[in-house]
């Protein structure tokens, strides 16, 4: 491992802000984030209130938790922050390296409602309590396009039944993705569980787009990978929605079947999965 790696990793071990596949968290994030505010340092996860299930909504004492999936750097999670003070923002990765840059800047910032969890997105489930989180961005996930690696998609039934379990109801989860492989997936999975669609959009810095109502202040944020165009696809493509319905697992067969007559092009995502910068 080369050594600026091993020196982020060191760097993280020693943040306040990172916990790496932290135990007993499920309704202790928001004493967490009060802890992270006023000290004392080092923080003791053991000595952290729970606030169970329910009390986590509508209490003045309870800022709103918003995840955000693959963060990678965590432009969303630092971007949110400061957009929204009065909200905590959390940024899941398995990668140390790439959590050490937008901790280190939420660090620098002096950014008290920024956090990141060094984890794997198939445990998420141990991390968070019933209600706990309000909102998950999802942002340029590998779009994963070989049919045998569907069910590794973030936006995948499977693992939309892992954030149900903890997200409010009524809470939205967008995705930002330049594939539109995984655009086309999402609004099927939408689609055939009768999810909730409260915006979509293939092109979401077209001008019209850009000033429609649907349009904020949130959706300009820019993540490292959107810079990238992997995709070659040229268009940012966006989805706003609801886990609102339940989703049976009887169904996902058929989703199989529909997804296997998608369509991937050379010149989209599998030069993508091809030129992915695995090593960085
Ligand atoms: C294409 S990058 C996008 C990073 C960032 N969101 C951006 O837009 O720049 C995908 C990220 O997902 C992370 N990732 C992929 N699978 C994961 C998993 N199962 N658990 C946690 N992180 C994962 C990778 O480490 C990587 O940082």
New binding site residues.
């Given amino acids: 491992m080369g050594q600026k790696k091993l020196i982020k990793f060191a760097a993280i071990k020693q943040y306040e802000n990172v916990l790496e596949n932290p135990q007993g968290m499920p309704g202790k994030w928001n004493s967490f984030f009060e802890k992270l505010a006023t000290g004392p340092y080092p923080i003791s996860l053991d000595d952290l209130a729970v606030i169970k299930n329910n009390a986590t909504i509508n209490h003045p004492a309870i800022k709103p938790l918003t995840l ?9 999670t630092v971007g949110l922050a400061r957009l929204f003070p009065a909200q905590n923002y959390i940024g ?4 140390g390296n ?1 959590i050490w840059k937008g901790a280190s800047i939420a660090n620098k910032e002096g950014l008290q409602n920024v956090a990141f969890v060094r ?5 998420i489930t141990n991390y968070f309590d019933t209600n706990e989180v309000a909102e998950i961005w ?5 779009p994963q396009l070989r049919l045998s690696k569907a069910k ?1 998609r ?1 936006t995948h039934p499977k693992f939309l039944r892992l954030y149900q379990q903890f997200l409010q109801q009524g809470g939205i989860v967008h995705l ?1 993705t330049d594939s539109p492989n995984l655009y086309q997936f999402t609004m099927a999975v939408i689609e055939l569980y009768a999810l909730t669609i409260i915006t979509a959009t293939d092109n979401l810095y077209e001008t019209a787009f850009m000033q429609s109502a649907q349009w904020n202040e949130k959706l300009a944020i820019k ?6 165009n ?1 995709a070659s696809s040229n268009r940012i493509h966006y989805i706003q929605f609801k886990i609102d319905k339940d989703l049976p697992i009887a169904k996902d067969d058929i989703l199989k079947e529909m997804i296997a007559a998608f369509e991937v092009t050379e010149t989209h995502d599998a030069k993508r999965e091809r030129t ?1 910068p695995h090593k960085e």
């Fill in positions: 955000e999936l693959a963060c990678g750097r965590g432009e969303y899941l990765d398995i990668k790439r984890t794997q997105i198939d445990q999802i942002t340029f996930p590998d590794k973030l930002k993540t490292y990978y959107e810079g990238l992997i992915l």
